[in-house]
Every structure is written in C-alpha cells, then in structure tokens.
C-alpha cells in the first residue's frame, strides 16, 4: 500500500543508504530515504559531545533538527530505538524475521 512515507535511516547500515534502497525496492518497497540519524558506533571522528547513548537519542536528535512535528513510526528490533516519549511511534520487530504482518497492522 502507498502511505507516502519517507524514510531515516537509524541503522548501522545508514551509511549505505543507496544499498538499503535497492533492498527495500526488491521488495516492493519505493518510498525515499530523505536522511539517516547522525550516528555514534564505528564513527571514530565523532567528538565525545556528538555520540548519542542510544539509538532513541539518535533519532530525538534528528527530529528535533528536522522537525519532528509530522507524523513518523520508528521500526526497528532494538528496544533503546524508543525512549517511552518516543513509545507511541515506535514498533519492535524480530531480527530474524524483519517486518512482519502483525507490524505492519500496527
């Protein structure tokens, strides 16, 4: 279904976001991907005051810089991706299994 979403990337692999694209087309998937949390493993180059604790700072961070006042759903099968102001947003899935029917009805 075309619910005319964008997508940020919060993911490890948000640095290959053109492989990530190609992925999610594979699967019928074309919304675009309009940016990706700033990042804090494997970026050696961050200063101490721009590494995030969890996931969920990474992503209230990128909100609060691009505006978080439009509608979103945080996807993702690490429970720090939502801190419990993020709670409403935010649907776990199973890193075995990615997104899954019951997900999607949510």
Not at 10 to 21: H, M, N
Not at 59 to 81: C, K, T
């Amino acid at each position: 279904k075309a619910t005319g979403c964008h997508i940020v990337l919060s993911t490890f692999w948000r640095e290959y976001d053109a492989y990530i694209a190609y992925i999610l087309s594979r699967h019928g998937i074309e919304a675009p991907i309009i940016g990706r949390t700033p990042g804090r493993t494997g970026t050696p180059a961050l200063r101490a005051s721009e590494r995030y604790e969890t996931r969920s700072d990474e992503i209230q961070a990128w909100l609060q810089e691009h505006g978080g006042n439009r509608p979103f759903v945080i996807l993702d099968d690490r429970a720090d991706a939502a801190a419990p102001d993020l709670q409403a947003h935010f649907v776990q899935t199973e890193t075995t299994e990615g997104i899954s029917e019951s997900n999607v009805r949510r």
